[in-house]
């Protein structure tokens, strides 16, 4: 009986330490920091192209979140442009052809779970003002966009995230940021409502500030988040994701 006795808390021993070392691993596993396994960690843009239409642009989607970027000869003669909605992975492409000296406006189309879509990207001539024109994306009848053109010297960072107020109120928050530049901006729209807000402001040693001068979140490797207060005293939270 009392061999028995020892065999079972020697037993019981052993199972407590590899449950305790189990979960110890899992705590570990668990705490550790998000990062974007699919994201690039230098700027794919050709220096050729800082000031041309040509080159990479990258952007966010608002409505309902998601991720865009196009792709204008850079390095070859392929235009095309890739979007990242509600977890789904769009390839588009335009037949219309880069002129040199020419503001670039071209349709791009392509299909979403069987569906066409059609979204009109524009650019000046030296790269500036990228923008989406018009926008056909099914089942997202009011999405809106903020691009933004990578350039040699400056990585473009897109992140997906939610906000939420003890107005109370809850909603998306979607931003591009550059860290060599010191810029972050995007959208902000409250769940259930088709209008959006534009959000800014600058970056700098990793403290998100808002074109008011308030501190609204800080950015930790592949993470955003923080907590503020807006101007009628109602707490804010926001927290993103790097997605590309």
């Known amino acids: ?28 596993q668990q705490s550790a920091p998000y990062t974007c396994a699919s994201c690039v960690s230098s700027p794919e ?7 041309s239409g040509k080159g990479v642009y990258k952007g966010i989607i608002v409505g309902s979140t998601g991720t865009i970027k196009f792709a204008v000869q850079n390095g070859n ?5 890739t979007m990242e909605i509600d977890g789904t992975t769009v390839t588009l492409t335009s037949s219309i052809s880069w002129v040199s000296g020419q503001p670039y406006v071209a349709p791009f189309t392509g299909q979403l779970n069987g569906q066409a879509v059609s979204i009109t990207f524009s650019v000046q001539p030296d790269g500036s003002n990228p923008v989406i024109t018009s926008a056909n994306i099914p089942g997202h009848p009011n999405a809106v966009f903020t691009l ?3 350039t040699s010297n400056a990585l ?3 992140y997906e995230g939610t906000y939420s107020t003890t107005r109370p109120e809850t909603g998306t928050f979607d931003i591009v940021l550059s860290r060599a530049i010191g810029k972050w901006g995007g959208k ?11 959000v800014s402001g600058t970056l700098s040693n990793g403290v998100l ?13 592949d993470n955003i988040s ?7 005293g109602n707490t804010v939270t926001i927290s993103g994701k790097r997605t590309l």
């Open 77 to 81: 003669n392929d235009i095309t442009a």
């Open 188 to 198: 902000a729209r409250q769940d259930g409502q088709s209008g959006s807000e534009d």
């Open 1 to 28: 009986m009392k061999k028995a006795i020892v065999s079972l808390l020697l037993l019981s021993t052993v199972l407590s330490a590899v449950s305790c070392k189990k979960s110890k691993k899992e705590d570990k």
């Open 156 to 158: 473009i960072e897109c």
């Open 226 to 232: 923080g907590t503020s207060k807006d101007s009628d």
């Open 209 to 221: 500030t808002d074109d008011k001068g308030h501190q609204v979140g800080t950015l930790s490797g």
């Open 45 to 51: 843009a050709l220096a050729a192209n800082d000031a």
């Open 148 to 150: 933004v053109k990578e």
